[in-house]
């Protein structure tokens, strides 16, 4: 008799140890949401450019000189796009009576073009050619120095930027 109670004991014992285990696999949580996607990069918004770049990296990177012609910016030739002289032709973009924008300045209307571009399209040039997720793609500070140099840029390189 006593080797059947150790028998019993011991699967008792057994019993206990697996539900025990049963237990604790059951009442561990999963991550919780925010640190799932804490985990995952979305490559959308990963930025082309930090601000960080030399000027004539952050228009390259971030693929301006493809398409338009940028004063200042080697191979900045594009023939797609409008150039980019908006020290020059900012304010005649703004008075165009075709331009439907909100912006009020030439520094708010080069923001505006690269955030929104089909608010205002340059007569003679494609619409929907620009693509429209520049704007999440740029950090602040890459679109701030884009933004100062193009507004400064004439047919010749704008002085003191480099």
């Known amino acids: 008799m006593t080797n059947q109670k150790n028998k019993a004991l011991g699967a008792l014992a057994a019993g206990f140890v697996l539900l025990i285990a049963l237990a604790a696999i059951w009442n561990v949580s999963p991550p919780s949401e ?4 804490a985990q995952k990069v979305d490559p959308s918004m990963v930025p082309l450019v930090t601000g960080d770049e030399p000027i004539q990296e952050l228009f ?3 693929g301006c000189p493809v398409c338009h012609q940028i004063p200042g910016i080697a191979g900045a030739n594009g023939q797609v796009g409008p150039p980019l002289w908006l020290g020059k032709t ?4 703004l008075a165009d009576p075709q331009y439907r924008g909100q912006a009020k300045t030439v520094r708010d209307y080069i923001v505006e073009s690269i955030v929104s571009p089909g608010t205002y399209v340059v007569p003679g040039f494609p619409a929907d050619t620009m693509p429209v997720w520049y704007g999440r793609k740029l950090s602040a500070t890459a679109l701030d120095k ?3 140099h193009l507004g400064q840029a004439t047919e010749r390189q704008p002085s003191g930027i480099r």
Do not use: D, E, W
């Open 90 to 93: 900012g304010v005649m973009r």
């Open 60 to 62: 390259v990177h971030a």
């Open 146 to 148: 884009i933004v100062s």
């Open 34 to 37: 925010p640190l799932l996607n």
